[in-house]
């Protein structure tokens, strides 16, 4: 591609603005030709604030009249799904903020439809792109590989929540309309009631994080074993659940508490040792995760130190350069569509009382 990316950018709420818009328009070799937000004056305001040529208010309108080489779309699952599809049917490239989609037909359907037209999905899982979490799962392999801490013995999710902010405080274009993303009706999995559609909203919110995270450090879960909230109706965001791995069980606690920090932790443990990988808040900037090897037979721990930098701006970088070089993302949505599956699998096992055997079909 001769000339810059050019993008058309759609979702100008909290992590629109405060996230994604100003991390792509740092970036020397992209230009945002148009912004949208169904909100028409914050897409005008926001616009004048950086120049950008031309505001729209909806998806369609916007893919219409201006020329692009993909969509950045930061709404929510439900509203992402359309509008993946109708990207995909102009032949553009999609980004979209996570969970991808609300179930895991919705996202594999998105998947084909990108597929037939020949372009790709990537969804902003960015933790994959924080540089203490690829430096713990680049000493993972290597332990793997040399048997140096002996066989991996279990891992360990634990996804506590907390402070995700960090004292962020980006000053954005509001406006005096109502936003209108509580508005559009929910989808929801087939097999589920739609009681449970809010809940499960709000549990695919967090924890596909998680599930994404532990599929990028440990390989795809094989089954699962058991997985229980005690109240998935009034508390979506607690569930244990044990998982299994090619090669080790792996438990999940996912939960939430009030905390000035942010409590997410990665933990494989093998024979002899330990790697250990905790994330900072989302929103803590140019603060990677740290990593910690512990080796029994020195007895030492080991606290490698990753390059500065901001897992939401590695990320921008990246879509833009599989834009450019025409490569399919690390988190494209072939990939990611499947922590919309094991969520739903961890769904219908509570709903079960028993395992599942995962086969990503
Ligand atoms: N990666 C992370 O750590 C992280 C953190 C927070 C939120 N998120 C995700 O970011 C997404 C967006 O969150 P947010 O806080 O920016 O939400 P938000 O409500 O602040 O912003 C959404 C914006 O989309 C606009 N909008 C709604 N429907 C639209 C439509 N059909 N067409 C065009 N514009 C439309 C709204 O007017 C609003 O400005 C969510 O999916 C959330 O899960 C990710």
């Given at each position: 591609?001769?000339?810059?990316?050019?993008?058309?950018?759609?979702?100008?709420?909290?992590?629109?603005q405060s996230v994604h818009l100003r991390n792509f328009l740092k970036m020397a070799d992209c230009e945002i030709?148009?912004?949208?937000?169904?909100?028409?004056?914050l897409a005008q305001k926001v616009?004048?604030?950086?120049?950008?040529?031309?505001?729209?208010?909806?998806?369609q309108e916007m893919l219409q009249a201006v020329e692009c080489d993909a969509v950045?779309?930061?709404?929510?699952?439900?509203?992402?799904?359309?509008?993946?599809?109708?990207?995909?049917?102009?032949?553009?490239?999609?980004?979209?903020?996570?969970?991808?989609?609300?179930?895991?037909?919705?996202?594999?359907?998105?998947?084909?439809?990108?597929?037939?037209?020949?372009?790709?999905?990537m969804v902003a899982h960015m933790k994959r792109y924080d540089t203490g979490m690829r430096l713990a799962k680049h000493i993972i392999d290597e332990v793997k590989a040399s048997?140096?801490?002996?066989?991996?013995?279990?891992?360990?999710v634990h996804y506590f929540c907390g402070d995700w902010i960090a004292g962020y405080n980006e000053p954005r274009v509001t406006v005096a309309e109502a936003n209108p993303s509580g508005g559009y009706p929910l989808r929801r999995p087939e097999f589920m009631p739609p009681e449970h559609t809010q809940p499960w909203w709000e549990f695919l919110q967090q924890f596909c994080h998680a599930t994404n995270a532990l599929r990028f450090l440990w390989g795809d879960p094989t089954e699962i074993r058991y997985a229980r909230w005690e109240d998935f109706v009034r508390q979506p965001g607690r569930c244990l659940a044990v998982l299994h791995l090619s090669d080790v069980s792996c438990t999940f606690e996912a939960g939430g508490m009030r905390a000035h920090f942010w409590d997410e932790e990665y933990k494989l443990y093998f024979e002899k040792g330990w790697v250990e990988v905790k994330c900072p808040p989302p929103l803590l900037q140019q603060?990677?995760?740290?990593?910690?090897?512990?080796?029994?037979?020195?007895?030492?721990?080991?606290?490698?130190?990753?390059?500065?930098?901001?897992?939401?701006?590695?990320?921008?970088?990246?879509?833009?350069?599989?834009?450019?070089?025409?490569?399919?993302?690390?988190?494209?949505?072939?990939?990611?569509?499947?922590?919309?599956?094991?969520?739903?699998?961890?769904?219908?096992?509570?709903?079960?009382?028993?395992?599942?055997?995962?086969?990503?079909?």
């Open positions: 591609m001769s000339h810059k990316v050019k993008i058309a950018f759609l979702g100008c709420g909290m992590m629109g030709v148009a912004v949208c937000d169904q909100r028409r004056e616009a004048a604030k950086h120049g950008i040529a031309a505001a729209f208010a909806s998806h950045v779309a930061i709404n929510y699952p439900h509203i992402h799904y359309q509008q993946v599809m109708d990207c995909a049917r102009a032949g553009k490239h999609s980004y979209v903020e996570k969970p991808m989609a609300m179930s895991s037909a919705d996202a594999k359907a998105m998947v084909d439809a990108t597929r037939a037209n020949g372009v790709f999905c048997g140096e801490l002996g066989k991996p013995t279990h891992a360990r603060t990677p995760a740290q990593v910690e090897v512990y080796r029994a037979d020195k007895p030492a721990f080991e606290r490698p130190v990753a390059a500065w930098g901001w897992a939401f701006e590695n990320e921008a970088r990246h879509f833009v350069e599989c834009v450019r070089d025409g490569k399919e993302p690390l988190t494209s949505g072939a990939d990611t569509w499947k922590d919309i599956y094991l969520c739903e699998q961890l769904y219908l096992s509570h709903q079960e009382g028993k395992g599942r055997e995962l086969t990503y079909e």
